[in-house]
């Protein structure tokens, strides 16, 4: 077995400020996501990276960046924080480069004052 | 545009009775269909997927029913218990992409 760690838990930050969010996996899986899950519109796709330094952009990559640093480990960055963007971040890990079978984690709250 | 619907928000069942939850989708380049449950406050779970060069599968009281003609794919769930309660999300992935894009949820209620 293995598992999907995410720091941290609950993040609050200020309007305007650089906000990272951090994802460890110890599957040795090649994939990695992040989502951010809004209340009423279930999951949307931020980044995505299917091996070590790769990126790609999902639907909602606007005001993110994102670094692959290792394969164990996927970050997320909100480059300015947004009043309204208060939703939680799930990051999830799959074998191979399919798509296939996501584990997730336990996910990050964030809350924007 | 959401590529991947899910029309109904919730969904109420008498226990015992037969759960149906639907989703419908824009591309018919998706190949690789799954449903993820998701109980408050936990990640989503896979609960079963599907490839498109089938159009059932059968596992337990989960069956998913893929047509691809109606791009469209459901979740049957028989004998429906109370723990089935929870959020259930249908995913799907694109034959030329990784990554699976999913429905906004239908929240399943099992009345005892």
């Known amino acids: 077995g293995g598992i999907i760690t995410q720091t941290p838990k609950f993040l609050i930050g200020q309007e305007g400020q650089k906000l990272t969010l951090k994802c460890q996996q110890n599957?040795?899986?090649?994939?990695m996501y992040w989502y951010r899950q809004d209340s009423g519109k279930g999951l949307r796709l931020i980044y995505y990276?299917?091996?070590?330094?790769?990126?790609q952009k999902g639907d909602l990559s606007e005001g993110y960046d994102a670094s692959r640093e290792k394969k164990s480990s996927f970050s997320l960055t909100v480059t300015s924080a947004q009043k309204n963007e208060m939703a939680v971040f799930l990051c999830?890990?799959?074998?191979?480069?399919?798509?296939?079978?996501?584990?997730f984690g336990p996910g990050t709250r964030l809350t924007v004052l | 545009g959401q590529q991947v619907k899910q029309s109904s928000p919730s969904l109420t069942v008498q226990e015992g009775g037969i759960s149906i939850l639907n989703c419908d989708y824009e591309?018919?380049?998706?190949?690789?269909f799954a449903w993820y449950k998701k109980y408050p406050d936990n990640s989503p779970t896979l609960l079963i997927s599907?490839?498109?060069?089938?159009d059932k599968r059968e596992d337990g009281r989960l069956t998913v029913f893929l047509n691809k003609s109606g791009k469209h794919f459901s979740l049957h769930i028989t004998a429906s218990q109370p723990e089935d309660t929870a959020v259930y999300l249908c995913?799907?992935?694109?034959?030329?992409?990784?990554?699976?894009?999913f429905g906004a949820g239908t929240k399943l209620s099992v009345k005892p």
């Open positions: 999830a890990s799959s074998i191979g480069t399919g798509g296939y079978e996501q584990y």
């Open positions: 599907v490839r498109s060069n089938v």
């Open positions: 995913a799907a992935v694109l034959n030329n992409n990784n990554a699976p894009r």
């Open positions: 990276s299917i091996t070590e330094n790769d990126l």
């Open positions: 591309n018919d380049m998706f190949d690789y």
């Open positions: 599957f040795n899986h090649d994939t």
